[in-house]
């Protein structure tokens, strides 16, 4: 298994406070990606990353901002949460165009 | 632009019973294919791939052919077990930017 760990793996906050995931990985791979899974959607990009302080955006990036200063970690940051950004979040990484490999997954509930 | 489109479920199958999940794609180029599955509170774990035309995926009992004529990559098994049960995810990256689709999944489930 690749070694990618995500903290935390579980938080409940409340409208308008800033929460920030982290994603760890272990393989120095390049590219780092914050998906968000909700049901009926499947997974949906929010940001990217091809390189240290080289980030972009995805389809659903509104709301959310990312920041890699080391090649291993990679944080989302929700400015101000809403009930709407309440969803699973998963970071990947991969090195080529070959694979992702998926970390085990965030839970945030925004009450 | 780049898309993937995957039958909707959920599925529900017997043991033993043969499974198709179909997944049609758009791109541009020459796209690398998978499917990954995910199994209840886990994270998504890459189940097969392929990269070019003709490529069959294969791990697990599980098939993939990559068909550039029809664009399509539907994943096949000839018997399901129950822990089969999870959700499938198709996908799809074009090469350009590294970027990857993926369909809505699907949901199976394997009763005995």
């Keep these: 298994d690749a070694g990618i760990t ?5 938080k ?13 990985q272990t393989e120095n791979h390049r590219y780092m990606y914050w ?10 990009l ?19 901002s990312v920041s890699r200063s080391k090649t291993e970690d990679f944080l989302l940051t929700l400015e101000s949460a809403t009930s709407s950004q309440t969803s699973v979040y998963f970071c990947a990484i991969s090195e080529s165009s070959e694979t992702q490999y998926f970390g085990p997954g965030t839970r945030l509930l925004v009450l | 632009g780049d898309s993937v ?24 180029g020459y796209p ?16 097969l791939k392929a990269t070019k035309a003709d490529d069959k995926g294969s791990n697990k009992g ?6 550039k004529e029809t664009t399509s990559f539907h994943l096949e098994k000839g018997s399901v ?12 990256t074009a090469n350009t930017g590294n970027q990857f689709y993926f369909g809505t999944g699907t949901s199976l489930t394997v009763i005995p």
């Design chain 1, 6 to 10: 995500q903290s935390p793996r579980h």
């Design chain 1, 12 to 24: 409940v906050t409340e409208t308008g406070t800033p929460v920030t995931l982290r994603c760890h």
């Design chain 1, 35 to 44: 998906y968000r899974q909700d049901p009926g959607h499947g997974l949906r």
């Design chain 1, 46 to 64: 929010i940001h990217y990353s091809y390189g240290v302080k080289d980030t972009d955006k995805g389809e659903v990036s509104d709301g959310y």
């Design chain 2, 5 to 28: 489109t995957q039958m909707e479920g959920p599925v529900t199958l017997s043991e033993e019973a043969f499974l198709t999940i179909n997944c049609t794609y758009t791109a541009t």
């Design chain 2, 32 to 47: 690398s294919l998978f499917w990954y599955v995910q199994y209840p509170g886990e994270g998504l774990q890459l189940l």
């Design chain 2, 62 to 67: 599980f098939e993939a052919t990559y068909r």
């Design chain 2, 81 to 92: 077990q129950v822990s089969d049960s999870a959700v499938y995810f198709c996908a799809l």
